[in-house]
Nanobody, 121 residues
Framework: QVLLVESGGGLVQPGGSLRLSCAAS????????MSWHRQAPGKERELVAG????????TYAESVKGRFTISRRNDKNTVYLQMNSLKVEDTAVYFC??????????????WGQGTQVTVSS
């Protein structure tokens, strides 16, 4: 059974930083791309960042390039999202997801429950 558990969300002021973590289990973590998506109230879920199985390839939404960094530790079955220079518009529920293949451009087939990130002064 695939299980993805996110942590690290919270309330932060504009310009601040947060680091999200996602602990994965129930599949061979090192063989799958992983990603972070987000969904703000009234908006569709969007891809924030993706990373290939061995970290060779990463992809980012234009809105977060230069501010967010996705990384993974295959020895810990964990994927991270470092978020710097946070903006009010980054407020959303952030979801960890498992790729169907090693490629972060392919589909994602399992999702975590999400963690709330709120950027507000």
């Amino acid at each position: 059974q695939v299980l993805l558990v996110e942590s690290g969300g919270g309330l932060v002021q504009p310009g601040g930083s947060l680091r999200l973590s996602c602990a994965a289990s129930g599949f061979t973590f090192s063989r799958h791309a992983m990603s972070w998506h987000r969904q703000a109230p009234g908006k569709e879920r969007e891809l924030v960042a993706g990373i290939s199985d061995l970290s060779a390839t990463t992809t980012y939404a234009e809105s977060v390039k230069g501010r967010f960094t996705i990384s993974r530790r295959n020895d810990k079955n964990t994927v991270y999202l470092q978020m710097n220079s946070l903006k009010v518009e980054d407020t959303a529920v952030y979801f960890c997801s498992k790729g169907s293949t090693w490629n972060p451009s392919d589909k994602y087939d399992h999702w975590g429950q999400g963690t709330q990130v709120t950027v507000s002064s």
